[in-house]
């Protein structure tokens, strides 16, 4: 039985204070839920003292994205090593917007993620396909390349560690949701690419979690789905009333 995890991304919103003030609103209402793995990631600038608020609780600290060396002139990037040092234990890797905006390639994505996993971190590793691509017949295209590509040279032991992320980029803020039969198809052909590239242990195991406009009145139907194990969230993850609801709908 894989443990759901559920994450909320904060993109680039909240300042320090509200920062805080969110968490210290969702620390009680996820106080007793115990079948979810919580994680909560703010921008950079918040992180340290998210994770001085987050102490105690049962939420952890993640950061929205990473570089691939541990220090050096690499003006406004951030380390793995700087977000461990700051209480992180996850960072999201190859988010549909670091692809879009930022150019991110396979190759480069892959290389991240390696250099995370090196240093410690666990990964929620994302993927997924344009409604361009969608409406092309190439999402079981762009999917392949990006698991083959993405998750090239990853061990057994290394998904110990590894979420992935399917997002279709169509339903990112824009607040179409895939239907609950849509993820499904799609997290079970990404299940499916997983056990060819890494064998059955893997495949059974790893989490693939659903992100796209993800909220507490979709969650339930969207994770009751045998090949959705959580929910990458972003906009509802704002409030902490409403993604204290996505996670009990994780349960």
Known sequence: MRKPLVAGNWKMNLLVADAVKLVEGLKPLVREVSGVDIVVCPTFAALYA???ALKGSNVKLGGQNCYVKES?????EISPQML??????????????RRQYFKESDAFLNEKLKFALASGLKVMFCIGETLEERQGG???DVLTRQVTEGLKGLSETDFD???????????IGTGVTA???QAEEAHAFVRGLMKAQFGGNVSDAVRI???GSVKADNARELMVKPNVDGALVGGASLKADGFAAIVKGAI
């Open 50 to 52: 998210v994770g001085q």
């Open 72 to 76: 050096g002139a690499f003006t406004g």
């Open 84 to 97: 461990l040092d700051v209480g992180c234990t996850w960072t999201i890797v190859g988010h549909s917007e």
């Open 138 to 140: 190439k999402m079981n």
């Open 161 to 171: 560690k590894v979420a992935v992320a399917y997002e279709p980029v169509w339903a």
């Open 179 to 181: 239907t609950p039969e």
């Open 209 to 211: 979690q659903y992100g």
